[in-house]
């Protein structure tokens, strides 16, 4: 049973145009959310997060927005650069989970010049 | 600072040969985790320690165990590899952020295994 979800395996977007990469989980205990970025050959790099308690998280070129009602999350970025071709990861932790990370699938995003 | 290292970075194994997997973080970090990543899976905790002298079991612990050495070193044995264990496993690791709150695990670079 797939707790989180990135429905879109992936995502091509022009350059300078704003990247959209969809989450959704289904468990409610949920209440700290993460995204990552994977490219090839190495490890994923932790990107930004959202805490429950907050609806909207912004750090330079990335935002991500959580709504909790839906369960869903969304990572923008803006301007798209080609350097952001990669995997993105969606990730969750539960309430009294530790740091223990529940990943979704991936969306590979491919930014076009 | 290294961060966190993981050796080997590549294996071929036989069914039925075993082998671990070593992996070590500098950040002086509480938590260590082994993750392994397949095809259209994502990321699936295999086992987490969440600190010296503890571990448990994650979604897909079979056919592995760990040992968490110190602080700094967390190993992931496989005793009898199996061809389904063929994937790129990732060690990380992470704290808590300063007042309790959570914080983000830090990743290897991977290690790619195959069992054929």
């Known amino acids: 049973d797939q707790q989180v979800k990135q429905n879109s395996p992936s995502l091509s977007v022009q350059e300078g145009r704003i990247s959209i990469l969809n989450c959704d989980y289904t468990?409610?205990?949920?209440?700290?959310f993460l995204w990552y970025k994977k490219y090839p050959a190495e490890g994923p790099t932790f990107l930004i997060s959202?805490?429950?308690?907050?609806d909207k998280n912004e750090d330079g070129r990335f935002t991500v927005f959580l709504n909790k009602s839906a369960k869903h999350l969304s990572l923008h970025i803006v301007p798209s650069q080609p350097g952001d071709s990669a995997v993105y990861f969606c990730?969750?932790?539960?309430?009294?989970?530790?740091?223990?990370?529940?990943f979704g699938t991936g969306t590979q995003l491919k930014v076009e010049l | 600072n290294a961060g966190v290292t993981q050796n080997p970075k590549f294996q071929v194994l036989k069914t039925g040969q075993s082998m671990t997997l070593q992996c070590a973080q500098d950040?002086?970090?509480?938590?260590m985790y082994w993750y392994r990543q397949d095809p259209g899976m994502g990321l699936r905790l295999i086992y987490y320690?969440?600190?010296?002298?503890?571990?448990d079991k994650g979604e897909v612990p079979n056919g592995y165990n760990v040992s968490r050495l110190n602080k700094r070193e967390f190993s992931l044995r496989l005793e009898s590899a199996a061809p389904s264990q063929t994937s790129v496993y990732f060690c990380?690791?992470?704290?808590?952020?300063?007042?309790?709150?959570?914080?983000?695990?830090?990743f290897g670079q991977g290690t790619r295994l195959t069992v054929v």
């Open positions: 950040m002086n970090h509480n938590s």
């Open positions: 959202i805490s429950s308690i907050k």
């Open positions: 990730a969750a932790i539960p309430t009294g989970g530790g740091n223990k990370l529940t």
């Open positions: 990380a690791s992470s704290e808590f952020r300063a007042g309790g709150g959570k914080g983000e695990a830090f």
């Open positions: 468990n409610s205990m949920f209440d700290y």
């Open positions: 320690s969440a600190s010296e002298g503890t571990t």
